[in-house]
């Protein structure tokens, strides 16, 4: 599926491919994002956007902008309250923000192949896995955290500090 950004009424990313990469290459990472294909990096972007948009942010959503949160107007960082941003463009710390969870979700994805088969029934279909593997979800990543905790509302800046 096509990365598609804002303001597109079918908007599904705060950051394309390319400028993800140039983040990326910004970075010490392992080699799991560069041997992704395509698709999946853009699925992994696709998700950071998702699991981004979940959270409350300061300002207010300007209208007809899309299904996602951004672009919005009356932003300003809870750390410094001059600091506003333009409601037409992603800021940066968004675009990075989004790029940098891709990235960790691509490091830190489960799979079945982590776990045992510990059973297979045919009809009607069960798979039973062994999840004994002591296999921990990832948490939220810190360098996220840092960058979009200024921008969150006091009660979703709180679960980030968790």
């Known amino acids: 599926m096509q ?5 597109s009424d079918t908007a599904n990313t705060y950051v394309e491919l390319d400028r993800a990469n140039e983040f990326y290459h910004e970075l010490i990472h392992g080699s799991t994002w560069q041997g992704l294909q395509v698709d999946a990096q853009n699925a992994l972007l696709r998700l950071a956007t998702s699991e981004l948009d979940a959270f409350g942010w300061t300002g207010d959503k300007v209208s007809g902008t899309g299904p996602l949160m951004w672009f919005r107007k009356n932003v300003r960082s809870r750390a410094d309250a001059t600091e506003i941003f333009s409601s037409t463009e992603i800021p940066d710390w968004l675009e990075q923000a989004t790029a940098r ?3 960790f979700r691509a490091e830190h994805e489960r799979s079945y192949t982590d776990q045992t088969l510990q059973k297979v029934v045919v009809g009607p279909i069960e798979v039973t896995y062994d999840d004994s593997s002591g296999f921990e979800e990832p948490k939220f990543p810190e360098d996220v955290k840092g960058l979009i905790q200024s921008y969150v509302t006091p009660t979703f800046g709180e679960l980030l500090r968790a």
Do not use: V, Y
Not at 3 to 7: F, N, W, Y
């Open 3 to 7: 990365l598609i950004l804002p303001p």
């Open 101 to 103: 969870l891709a990235f």
